[in-house]
């Protein structure tokens, strides 16, 4: 089983910025399919970032907007997602998810394609 550890969660104003953090053992960043998802309760878990194709290009939810920006870092096994001008309706659960590069039935998007997930972090946005 691969640990995800998510973390950088809090409560904020509109117009805030926070940067959320994913550990994950050993290799796991470098070899696995690695996402950003976010979850509202009652609704579904929908995409918020990540890398396809080659894993250069980066897909980002319709609601991102150019405000937020997935990288990672293989040196300490990281994954990031900076969030700017947070918005209300950006409160939810995130969660840091990981594929088994051979699982290919579903699509990078589609959260049923990632095996491993964190245990979420909360972010709050007020107005």
């Known amino acids: 089983q691969v640990r995800l550890v998510e973390s950088g969660g809090d409560s904020v104003q509109a117009g805030a910025s926070l940067r959320l953090s994913c550990v994950a053992p050993?290799?796991?960043?470098?070899?696995?399919?690695m996402a950003w998802f976010r979850q509202v309760l009652g609704k579904e878990r929908e995409i918020v970032a990540t890398?396809?194709?080659?894993?250069?290009?980066?897909i980002y939810g319709d609601f991102v907007k150019g405000r937020f920006t997935f990288s990672l870092d293989g040196a300490t096994n990281a994954l990031f997602l900076q969030m700017n001008n947070l918005k209300v309706e950006d409160t939810a659960i995130y969660y840091c998810?990981?594929?088994?590069?051979?699982?290919?039935?579903?699509?990078?998007?589609?959260?049923?394609?990632?095996?491993?997930w964190g245990q979420g972090t909360q972010v709050t946005v007020s107005s």
């Open positions: 890398r396809y194709g080659d894993n250069t290009r980066v």
């Open positions: 998810a990981a594929a088994d590069p051979r699982s290919r039935v579903y699509s990078v998007v589609d959260p049923r394609r990632y095996q491993h």
């Open positions: 050993g290799n796991i960043i470098s070899d696995y399919h």
